[in-house]
């Protein structure tokens, strides 16, 4: 029988993924067991029983149960659909373009036209240090432009969708993930997620960091890669569904107005570098380029770190439960929906070592980043 669920049992609890929704929950492992025998069909009669003798409860108890389980979570029917990715092959491309820009990613050249400034303004400035002079031949040809609040992206003359200003970040997703698939010539089903993180490593493997917008989570990258350390990727960090590995990603890190006194020292080009004010996310941020030119890279990665500056705090330095780690990265990521890769995510999770790190002393928290790729912790 063709699965609905895929299933993982960590910290005495059952992490869930439901096929037809592609969603993950932390349940029960009664919860569970129920969900598993719904699916092969076992009459609920027989679960009823099997459930009422494990647990020592009334028979009718445990008929209660599964019913409420299969009311509220078993759902087979249920198709997730995205109705985010709207326009049709037949959208009218603009005759002319105001914006040619021409990237170059390790030996490939991109070309990007865009249709105004706006368009511009939501790709170009975490790619302008791969920025190069017009190129008769290229590799790949984009094109993105709107009309009435809505921007469209096509890329090779084929049409991948148009999204509402409301939900341009889904826009900036997409762009991200063909960006990715052309950079290291994979296609969307051999990548088993996209994790909203930072990828550092030591060119032997990697670790990710993870944190909320204003914990310092960019700031961190950017000492340690000025430290030894190398930038994967920032913000959209790829993991192959095969290899179970970080790949690495061009965007450029982004540093919040509030960091600048930190890094201007390290890093005296951002005095000058062109700031940029995206107010949807509410932020003013300029650009520091990562130190990684080998866009070909790709590394193993083990261990999880939510990472956090605060102000006066002692370095603390703590394992934390995976549960814990997972309800934090999930909801910013993207898995894929394929259950072969969704099979594989779940493997990679349970061997992960899952920490927190909050440090005010920006040597301490270097020197405890070293200990973890160093495995000294």
């Known amino acids: 029988m063709k699965e609905l669920f895929l299933y993982k049992e960590i910290e005495n609890k059952s992490i869930v993924w439901f096929k037809n929704q592609n969603q993950y929950l932390i349940l029960e492992n009664n919860a569970a067991y129920i969900l598993k025998e719904l699916n092969n069909k076992t009459p609920i009669i027989k679960i009823g029983e099997a459930l009422a003798k494990k647990l020592a409860v009334p028979y009718e108890a445990a008929i209660d149960f599964i019913k409420n389980i299969e009311t509220n979570l078993y759902r087979p029917n249920t198709t997730k659909e995205d109705d985010l990715k709207k326009g049709t092959e037949n959208t009218t491309i603009p005759s002319k373009f105001s914006i040619t820009k021409y990237y170059t990613i390790n030996e490939l050249v991109f070309k990007i036209d865009f249709e105004s ?15 190069t002079a017009h190129q008769d031949a290229f590799h790949f040809h984009y094109k993105i432009f709107s009309k009435n609040d809505e921007t469209t992206l096509i890329v090779d003359d084929k049409f991948i969708g148009t999204w509402h200003r409301k939900d341009i970040h889904y826009f900036q997703g997409k762009f991200l993930m063909e960006l990715t698939q052309h950079i290291h010539q994979k296609e969307e089903k051999d990548w088993m997620g996209v994790f909203h993180a930072s990828a550092v490593s030591n060119d032997k493997k990697s670790v990710l960091f993870l944190g909320d917008s204003g914990n310092g989570k960019s700031t961190s990258l950017a000492l340690l890669q000025a430290n030894g350390f190398t930038c994967l990727a920032d913000d959209f960090v790829p993991m192959d569904a095969t290899k179970k590995e970080v790949y690495s990603f061009p965007a450029a890190i982004s540093i919040k107005k509030s960091s600048l006194e930190t890094l201007l020292p390290i890093y005296p080009e951002l005095k000058d570098a062109a700031e940029y004010n995206f107010k949807t996310l509410n932020k003013i941020v300029r650009f520091i380029p990562p130190n990684n030119s080998n866009f070909h890279a790709y590394l193993p990665c083990n261990d999880l770190v939510f990472i ?20 934090q990265l999930v909801p910013d990521s993207w898995i894929s929906p394929i259950e072969q890769n969704a099979q ?6 349970e061997n992960l070592n899952c920490y927190q790190l909050t440090y005010s002393t920006n040597s301490e928290m270097i020197a405890t980043v070293a200990k973890i790729f160093n495995n000294d912790i």
């Open 117 to 131: 400034e706006l368009e511009e303004y939501l790709i170009h400035p975490k790619f302008s240090h791969l920025s």
């Open 344 to 349: 594989q995510f779940l493997d990679w999770f």
């Open 308 to 327: 956090k500056y605060q102000k006066e705090s002692p370095t603390v330095f703590n394992t934390i439960s995976k549960l814990d780690a997972f309800q």
